[in-house]
Nanobody, 126 residues
Framework: QVQLAESGGGLVQAGGSLRLSCAAS????????MGWFRQAPGKERDFVAA????????YYADSVKGRFAISRDNAKNTVYLQMNSLKSEDTGVYYC???????????????????WGQGTQVTVSS
């Protein structure tokens, strides 16, 4: 069972950048599709970005397209989320998630991801 640990969150001013990392314990990390989700206080957990096992396909929420970039390094068992031009509405707890099945049209479905990290707080001040 893969274990996930996020890092890289913090406090940043609007317009700034952060890079989140998610380290996986599993040696077969390359078999997993990965996703990033976020949850603002009092709101549901929302999809942010996803990447297939090889890194050849990526998916983004409309709200972050052109500002965020997801990538992975299978040799390091790590997935990244580069966040640029941050806005106050990007504030929330960011979660890394993994799934073993094929990632298709359901790339944003929270319930399809079977493994989750503990989350890292991102706060964007305006």
């Amino acid at each position: 069972q893969v274990q996930l640990a996020e890092s890289g969150g913090g406090l940043v001013q609007a317009g700034g950048s952060l890079r989140l990392s998610c380290a996986a314990s599993e040696r077969t990390f390359g078999n997993y599709a990965m996703g990033w989700f976020r949850q603002a206080p009092g709101k549901e957990r929302d999809f942010v970005a996803a990447i297939n096992w090889s890194g050849g396909r990526t998916y983004y929420a409309d709200s972050v397209k052109g500002r965020f970039a997801i990538s992975r390094d299978n040799a390091k068992n790590t997935v990244y989320l580069q966040m640029n031009s941050l806005k106050s509405e990007d504030t929330g707890v960011y979660y890394c998630a993994a799934r073993l099945d094929y990632i298709g049209r359901d790339y944003s479905a929270t319930g399809k991801y079977g493994y989750w990290g503990q989350g890292t707080q991102v706060t964007v001040s305006s």
